[in-house]
T-cell receptor, first 112, second 114 residues
Framework: EDQVTQSPEALRLQEGESSSLNCSYT??????LFWYRQDPGKGPEFLFT???AGEEKEKERLKATLTKKESFLHITAPKPEDSATYLC?????????????FGAGTQVVVTP | DVKVTQSSRYLVKRTGEKVFLECVQD?????MFWYRQDPGLGLRLIYF???????EKGDIPEGYSVSREKKERFSLILESASTNQTSMYLC?????????????FGPGTRLLVL
């Protein structure tokens, strides 16, 4: 069964203090790994899709990387508006295509 | 811009009531999904649909049913609401694009069952 574990559960950063979030996964064949951002009381907002080990994607202060067992979301020089819960999900190749396995998320708070 | 809307942001229902949650997407997506989100448990898939009138069970279908009569609309039905169905319900839609299955989410419905 596909599994996703995110760490840490919560992260408190000063503005400008760079850090990384971890998403460890086990899946029988990776179809895709997805990162989302979720603000309180709202639905998740899509950030990135990664398909193969070594792949990297960037968007403003966020950079996602992928290895065979984990993905990192690097936040460079964060601002208070980067405060949110970041969710990771995987889609495997052997399970029913529609099934995405989500992690519990990392709650990030950036203080001025 | 992809838009997924859900019929209610907040709902309060009594135990035993039949509850309908509606989701509409405006981008002609083939695939639609219903999740529930609970603290510490992440998103869990209830049902998904890959075409009109087609559906598949997710990880936690017990106590729920779904209906997809039109491509743009996917309904989640709680046949007899129970307190353990108090949760945040999220609808999503997606389409296969060269193998990419990006899901776009609605704003969520927070359901309280008393």
């Amino acid at each position: 069964e596909d599994q996703v574990t995110q760490s840490p559960e919560a992260l408190r950063l000063q503005e400008g203090e760079s850090s990384s979030l971890n998403c460890s996964y086990t899946v029988s064949g990776l179809r895709g790994l997805f990162w989302y951002r979720q603000d309180p009381g709202k639905g998740p907002e899509f950030l990135f899709t990664l398909y193969s080990a070594g792949e990297e994607k960037e968007k403003e202060r966020l950079k996602a990387t992928l290895t065979k067992k984990e993905s990192f979301l690097h936040i460079t020089a964060p601002k208070p508006e980067d405060s949110a819960t970041y969710l990771c999900a995987v889609q495997g190749t052997t399970d029913s295509w529609g099934k995405f396995q989500f992690g519990a998320g990392t709650q990030v708070v950036v203080t001025p | 811009d992809v838009k997924v809307t859900q019929s209610s942001r907040y709902l309060v229902k009594r135990t035993g009531e039949k509850v309908f949650l509606e989701c509409v997407q405006d981008m002609d997506h083939e695939n639609m999904f219903w999740y529930r989100q609970d603290p510490g448990l992440g998103l869990r898939l209830i049902y998904f649909s890959y075409d009109v009138k087609m559906k598949e069970k997710g990880d936690i279908p017990e106590g729920y049913s779904v209906s997809r009569e039109k491509k743009e609309r996917f309904s989640l039905i709680l046949e007899s609401a129970s307190t353990n169905q108090t949760s945040m319900y999220l609808c999503a839609s997606s389409f296969p694009t060269g193998g990419e299955e990006t899901q776009y989410f609605g704003p969520g419905t927070r359901l309280l069952v008393l």
